[in-house]
């Protein structure tokens, strides 16, 4: 036995290939093709009339006066040809085969036959997968009622044989307007998972571009925090080299190898953003890992910093302690971040770093004092540096906040909250 779902695709094939073969023959609206189907119809229904007068209704020993056949044959002919209205007018369809099934009883019943075609079947599904349930059944009632009475009144005096064809004529339009409406519900459920299916896909897509999106993101900030930091001190060297290659040569050999040890650097540190964006933190090719940038590197930071523009002091307060490894590498690429913008912005004033940990905190601040007057340009920035710290600091949930200071500086400032001694809690909620 096989379950419905199975049938269902080739079902749909068929039904596609149909539309198809029916949209090349040019019949693309609703009216042309239920004419095709009542064409159709009547041919199949003159066809098999014929056979059951012609051959089989002698070998069941009933007779039909031939005038009264051919008479048969004309009126379930002609309700054949009305389902051209189905779909366009499927309450009038109905009507009309009722009303051309009155004379087939009467023609019919004298000799003890029913003969009942294929419309009244094919207009009550219609009716059923078309109008609304009550709408349907009403119609559906008004049908039965009018061909019992006509049929009662007009061919069977026998309360038995009419109750008879009462309970026939029921059942066959009944049946039929269930299965149009079975249909139909089918259809629309099957609309409905589509539909949903296709905001699915949508929401999806839209998750994985903005999934995308974040990652360019992030690969764009950690670019411009490992660029930003290196190549602005190798254009402020190269600057500084270029003034003395004719005056002190051997600082200029001292600068040129300084140069190539900042590029080595950067090629690392471009190697490890690179392999934290493939999943593969610290690895790349087998040539080794690059050390993950963090707060114990700050000492190295600032000493590069210094020796590339103005004095930068460390200051490291109270007892030192771990913080988690996301915090520890955007603490680090702010400072990276802040030095950087007081060499492009202040290039030769004083900074300095100060990182604190406090009981329940742990914040780092660096300010750097007034620029000094430049004999050399300030490399452009693309103004993300402060965007790049704000996103990092709300990333770890610390606090950020930069802006000039009072002596004509500028400070940067980033508070992570950390568990620390545990301290008595207000008994009352404060309010939001």
């Known amino acids: 036995m096989r379950d419905h779902t199975d049938t269902e695709p080739g079902t749909h094939r068929l039904t596609k290939w149909l539309d198809g073969r029916l949209t090349r023959l040019g019949l693309t609206g609703v009216f042309p093709r239920d004419c095709l189907l009542a064409a159709t119809l009547t041919v199949s229904t003159f066809v098999l009339l014929m056979l059951l007068f012609r051959f089989v209704a002698p070998a069941e020993g009933v007779t039909f ?3 009264r056949a051919w008479l048969l044959i004309a009126v379930c002919s002609a309700q054949a040809m009305l389902l051209c209205l189905r779909r366009v007018r499927p309450l009038l369809c109905l009507a009309l085969i009722v009303g051309l099934q009155l004379p087939i009883i009467g023609v019919s019943l004298p000799e003890e036959a029913t003969i009942r075609g294929i419309a009244p079947f094919i207009a009550a599904y219609t009716v059923g997968s078309l109008l609304p349930v009550r709408r349907a059944l009403l119609a559906v009632g008004v049908a039965v009622a009018v061909e019992s009475t006509g049929a009662a009144v007009v061919a069977i005096p026998d309360v038995l ?7 026939a004529s029921a059942l066959t339009y009944a049946s039929a307007t269930f299965v149009g409406g079975y249909v139909a519900t089918h259809r629309r459920y099957v609309e409905l998972v589509r539909v ?3 905001e699915a896909i949508r929401e999806q897509h839209t998750k994985v571009q903005a999934a995308i999106g974040a990652e360019r993101s992030r690969m764009a900030r950690e670019l411009h925090d490992v660029a930003a930091h290196h190549l602005s001190g190798m254009v402020v060297q190269a600057a500084a080299v270029e003034r003395l290659i004719d005056r002190d040569p051997a600082a200029v050999k001292a600068g040129v190898a300084w140069i190539r040890s900042q590029g080595k650097e950067t090629l690392d540190n471009l190697r490890l ?12 090719g087998g040539d080794g890992a690059a050390p993950v940038p963090g707060l114990g590197m700050l000492d190295d930071l600032v000493h ?8 930068v002091e460390f200051v490291r307060e109270g007892e030192q302690r771990e913080v ?6 955007a603490l680090y690429r702010i400072a990276q971040e802040s030095l950087s913008n007081a060499r492009q912005h202040a290039p030769g004033a004083a900074a300095r770093v100060v990182l604190r940990f406090a009981p329940r905190s742990v914040s780092l601040e660096v300010v750097n ?24 600091a709300q990333l770890i949930g610390a606090t950020f906040t930069a802006g000039p200071t009072a002596a004509g500086g500028w400070s940067v400032t980033a508070t992570l909250p950390t568990n620390g001694p545990a301290t008595a809690r207000p008994t009352e909620e404060a309010p939001a």
């Open 369 to 392: 004092d007034p620029a000094v007057p430049r004999r050399v340009p300030a490399a452009r920035t693309g103004g993300v540096g402060l965007v790049g710290m704000r996103e990092r």
């Open 273 to 284: 953003v690179v392999g934290v964006l493939r999943g593969r933190p610290g690895h790349e």
């Open 161 to 167: 044989a009419a109750l008879a064809y009462v309970s």
């Open 324 to 329: 988690p490894p996301i915090a520890d590498v």
């Open 196 to 198: 949903r299916a296709d």
């Open 304 to 311: 590069t910093a210094g020796s590339l523009a103005g004095p």
């Open 65 to 67: 006066d031939p005038a």
